[in-house]
């Protein structure tokens, strides 16, 4: 995903790295991601925060987390649990 177009924030690490926090607004799964850059490397998405209309009513914000090297996240729940019936 290129971020070049998107409305984002960022913050560069004592490393040369940079942590980019980005608003992602599809309509469907509005979102703030955050990727880690490095120079002339791919960006690698860490984590995300989106609104999820799926989900059940009050358990529609929902978190993820990625690990290094892999696409499909470690993490993925709606943020305020709901109790089960």
């Known amino acids: 995903m290129s971020l070049q177009n998107l409305s984002r924030l960022t913050l560069e690490l004592p490393d040369g790295a940079m942590l980019?926090?980005?608003?992602?607004?599809?309509?469907?799964?509005?979102?703030?991601?955050?990727?880690l850059h490095h120079i002339n490397e791919p960006d690698e998405l860490l984590c995300f925060?989106?609104?999820?209309?799926?989900?059940?009513?009050?358990?529609?914000?929902?978190?993820?987390?990625?690990?290094a090297g892999s696409d499909e996240p470690v993490h993925y729940d709606s943020y305020h649990r709901l109790e089960e019936v």
């Open 20 to 35: 980019i926090a980005a608003r992602q607004d599809d309509g469907e799964y509005p979102r703030i991601a955050i990727y």
């Open 49 to 67: 925060a989106e609104f999820n209309s799926s989900k059940p009513k009050d358990g529609e914000l929902c978190i993820s987390a990625y690990t």
